[in-house]
């Protein structure tokens, strides 16, 4: 029970990776802050974290490519549980196109939600919580090594991979940890909708496809004590995949 008495926000908690690691961090003793852009969706995640454990959880309709709304979601966490101890920047989107069919518009949509909104929430996170939080941001192995069409997508967790060593250099002082993960083939609709997947462009052997749980499980180690010597990393969590020849 590494969170008795601590609050959590997890950003795109309503579903796959969010909704695994709000149930995780419930399990664990901590109340739960949902921000999602689906409030009804939100609501049925807030209740399975309460399901799963936690003292409290609640939703708040949030998206994280409105700053404005990005400090309202703080605020309402505050004010029902009068601080924040972690946040998880999961909520992320991507986008299916040839750089050559890409247009500005494609990438500003892209990078407000999987990389600004991150930012938006670190902001917060330094301006609000106490020495001892922790930050932790999901990007994905494609930050490393990418397939065709998702080049927004690759270079926005690239770009989260820069923002988190950043942040982990400002945070110190503050006494705020940043680290990142970033995770493989996860078994999401996410990754059985994507057009990579459906066509063959990218092939998945089943042993390298993860539960959204593996992810959590490292989320929460990554914001708990237990890793109080961890900061500025990023830690892949895919199964091995990216190590095989």
């Not at 923002?163 to 945070?171: C, Y």
């Amino acid at each position: 029970m590494r969170f008795v008495e601590k609050v959590v926000i997890v950003t795109g908690g309503a579903s796959g990776i969010g909704l695994a690691a709000s149930k995780r961090f419930g399990s664990e003793g901590a109340c739960v802050v949902i921000a999602d852009l689906d409030q009804k969706k939100g609501d049925v995640a807030a209740d399975s974290t309460r399901s799963a454990g936690a003292p409290d959880a609640f939703a708040v309709k949030c998206d994280v490519a409105d700053e404005s709304q990005v400090a309202a979601a703080v605020d309402a966490a505050v004010e029902r549980f009068g601080e924040v101890n972690v946040i998880v920047n999961n909520a992320g989107l991507m986008v299916f196109k040839p750089i050559v069919e890409q247009t500005g518009d494609d990438w500003l949509k892209i990078l407000n939600v999987d990389l600004l909104g991150a930012f938006y929430f670190t902001k917060q996170a330094f301006r609000r919580m106490k020495p001892g939080g922790a930050i932790v941001n999901v990007s994905s192995v494609h930050a490393e090594e990418t397939t065709p069409l998702v080049a927004s997508y690759a270079a926005a967790k690239a770009a989260l991979l820069s923002l988190t060593r950043s942040a982990s250099l400002e945070g110190k002082s503050l006494g705020i940890r940043v680290n990142a993960i970033l995770p493989g083939a996860v078994d999401t609709p996410m990754l059985w909708e994507n057009p990579n997947v459906k066509s063959g462009v990218e092939t998945l052997n089943l042993t390298d496809v993860g539960k959204p749980e593996d992810i959590a499980a490292t989320i929460a180690y990554l914001a708990s004590d237990d890793a109080k010597f961890v900061d500025g990393a990023a830690v892949r969590v895919d199964g091995g995949r990216l190590s095989r020849l």
